[in-house]
């Protein structure tokens, strides 16, 4: 006859099953966690309690050892997801220690736990390969809320939005969905991140890459490879066009002058369930466009000078400051390529947002920056910084170059004790009308404000070019050379 659940336990084991598959960063999670251990996540014991509690009851219900197979239909998944969530909690501590080493090197390390883990649940009337499926999803998942909570601080709800968009970008709002259909085709949902420049969408974008998937070898106790390896990132404006296709796609000897040898772009270093970033994906040429195309839709390429076809296994994530809807309508991206990169669109807030949503984000920020830059928390530090950039900038500054240029305004503040406005941003808002209104300025005085505040906004000579009719060159002139002088 099979087991059936008291009522009390069905009920718990039902919050617990909830909370298994809820959104980590969203409120609907940090209620459940406090309604099943009775504390709050701000609580520092609060973990250790709704474990203990909940190792109880599972412990309460074994007679010699629990079987979750010995259940009716109705309670045999509760009383599962209520193993594998008290798993994952017993087994926090050494998963974190496993991948901040990971963080260290590119060589897949033993997983010391391993054993003890998938012998905990096989113990329990779970198969050995889901087992081993749960190892890999527990490590996946413990990378994606630490990168995600590390790399993306802030507490408004721009803030939480985006660390609830990215955590739906790895495993869909539907986690037992992804976990049963998805967790290995996930490089057919490519993602776009949009936001001006300096707000953080190289972090988002990490944050996406090292949390792939990774396969469990049991045979070697390790994963199939460092989480380290899984994310090629590379920015468009970094290379010129001619450099483009090589970078991507890789070349053959001979394929042009100057290829002395065979070389593997981006897509060929991409792991198999890996993910490559687009930064600057506005920046792409449309022949370029046409052949991302055919990675996006048929997952395959050819690098230049060759023939062979080779498949591409990995995941694309893009990135633009660029407003997609004026790339689409000036031509300077293809309908059909938009449509198969945007899966998933998700907007990274500009600073100013986030401080007028909740003032206290510059402080939480700056402290974050203080310890990444110094190599240690400290908050007597970190507001002395903070002051210093209220009493240097105000208040109300709008920090036009978002994170990046308050990143730059601590390490100054370290270096000098102040800190001084964006020069550039200054042109942009008011200043050039100004001295057009008085006629105080040359020719090429003009020209190399003008390229300036396009830079500002655009970040990227070759859009300046573009706009000014000038030579790529000639643009990267005049913005280098105005950086050396004040405006």
Partial sequence: MSARLAESDRQLFTLV?????????????????????????????????MLQRVGTRLRALASGRLNVAAFNERDRELVEYTVLFEAFHRFLEPLDTLIAAQEQTDVALKVPFARDFLESLTARGIASERAIRVLELFHQMRRAFGFIKRGLVGRGPSMRKLREELWRALFTHDIRRYERYLWNRMEDFATILVGETGTGKGAAAAAIGLSGFIPFDPRKSSFAYSFVDSFVPINFNEFPE????????????????????????????????????FDEIGE???????????VLQDRIYTPVGSREVRRFSGRIVAATHRSLAELRAAGAMRDDFYYRLSSNVIEVPPLRVRIGEEPGELGELVEHLCARIAGAADERLAGEVTHAIERDLGTGYPFPGNVREL???????????????DQAARVTEGGLPALLERGALT???????????LYARLQSYVEVARLTGLDRRTVKKHVEARGNHEP
């Fill in 17 to 49: 099953t909830e909370a298994a598959f809820a959104n980590p960063f969203g409120v609907r999670r940090a209620s459940l966690d406090a309604q099943i251990s009775g504390a709050y996540p701000q609580d520092q014991e609060w973990n250790a309690v």
């Fill in 407 to 421: 990143e730059q305004s601590v390490r100054r503040v370290f270096l000098t004790g102040g800190c001084v406005a």
């Fill in 242 to 277: 001619s450099l483009f296709e090589s970078e991507i796609f890789g070349h053959r000897k001979g394929a042009f002058t100057g290829a002395v040898d065979n070389y593997d772009g981006v897509l060929a270093r991409c792991k198999a369930q890996g993910t490559v970033f």
């Fill in 443 to 453: 020719a090429e005085q003009l020209v190399e404000r003008y390229c300036v505040a």
């Fill in 284 to 294: 792409a040429t449309l022949p370029v466009q046409v052949k991302l195309l055919r």
